[in-house]
């Protein structure tokens, strides 16, 4: 009698090269696809130690360069899972680019601006800082790039997305004015992406952080921060911002890594937490990074 063999486990052991460097810190601050036209430089630094400097010859005759990395704030996967991009409705996460992946790597090609020593200089990217690259390889143009192909559901998108926006985005006053504290006052400013979110489909949507909440007043979220709004024919109200952590959980020694803590707790100084909000919210726990206990970005 034949023995019945189960299904062989393979592990494998991938270790990073090296870690992004950008001035985004938050999920939120990199759109889900660079837009190569604004003027951003990131970089790539290699690891030492390991030869990099050799493995680099070469590459500065290339443009662009592919990367692989790791979703490292990822904790688990989803076999649907809804899109941010299009009408509300999941997606089976192998037609989508969703970090929610089983094993979450990402590809992104960038454009290289120049290399010095173990750095890459990069143009604009869809990476956080911190994240973990395992390989570099270069991008060529004559085999990457294959713009007559079909691109599944992501044609209807595109073609929405083509035509103007559905919806105009205003400020109330309390909201200009807030607005204009956290950008004066903290460097915060997210206002063009506030707009980007709410001008196509400011409807509930999950991946778009887009709610109602239990007094009926719509939010979104973007990043450490909260956006209320009301939605009218063709315009879409900001009536108000607000921290996305309660005073409590800013406040508590036992969470030292919360995104823009100072700015979040000068912003309820200034103006307090409703009591709606206070029922409304249950303290969020800050990202984990994933599986890279030994493997923090060097300083």
């Not at 494998?12 to 090269?17: A, K």
């Not at 490292?72 to 509300?88: D, I, L, T, Y």
């Not at 911190?130 to 390989?135: A, C, I, L, S």
């Not at 079909?150 to 004015?177: H, I, L, M, N, Q």
Request: proline share 12%; with cysteine.
């Amino acid at each position: 009698m034949l023995r019945e063999e189960k299904p062989m486990e393979l592990s494998l052991t991938l270790r990073p090269i090296g870690f992004v460097r950008t001035p985004k810190p938050h999920k939120f601050d990199a759109r889900h696809q660079p837009r190569e036209e604004e003027a951003e430089c990131n970089t790539l630094e290699l690891l030492p130690g390991h030869d990099f400097e050799q493995a680099l010859r070469d590459l500065e005759g290339f443009s662009r360069i592919w990367l692989l990395w790791w979703f490292h704030r990822n904790e688990s996967w989803k076999p649907m899972v809804q899109p941010p991009r299009g009408p509300r409705g999941k997606r089976g996460v192998f037609s989508t680019r969703s970090p929610h992946r089983p094993n979450p790597l990402g590809m992104t090609p960038v454009r290289l601006l120049g290399i010095s020593g173990r750095k890459l200089l990069l143009g604009p990217c869809d990476l956080v800082d911190g994240t973990p690259v395992f390989d570099i390889k270069p991008y060529i143009p004559a085999y990457d790039a294959f713009p007559e192909e079909r691109g599944g559901w992501t044609e209807a998108v595109d073609c929405a997305e083509a035509a103007p926006p559905a919806y105009a985005v205003k400020f109330s006053a309390k909201a200009a004015e807030q607005a204009e504290w956290l950008a004066a006052s903290h460097g915060v400013d997210f206002r063009a992406r506030l707009v980007e979110l709410l001008e196509r489909d400011p409807s509930p949507h999950r991946t778009r952080r887009i709610r109602r909440r239990a007094d009926g007043v719509l939010e979104v979220g973007c990043g450490a921060w909260r956006a209320r709004f009301e939605v009218g024919e063709g315009a879409v109200s900001v009536l108000e911002l607000g921290a996305g952590y309660m005073p409590s959980f800013l406040n508590d020694p036992a969470r030292p890594h919360v995104p823009e803590r100072e700015a979040q707790l000068a912003f309820w100084a200034k103006w307090p937490p409703s009591p709606a909000d206070l029922a409304e919210r249950a303290p969020p726990r800050p990202p984990k990074a994933r599986h890279w206990k030994d493997a923090q970005p060097p300083e």
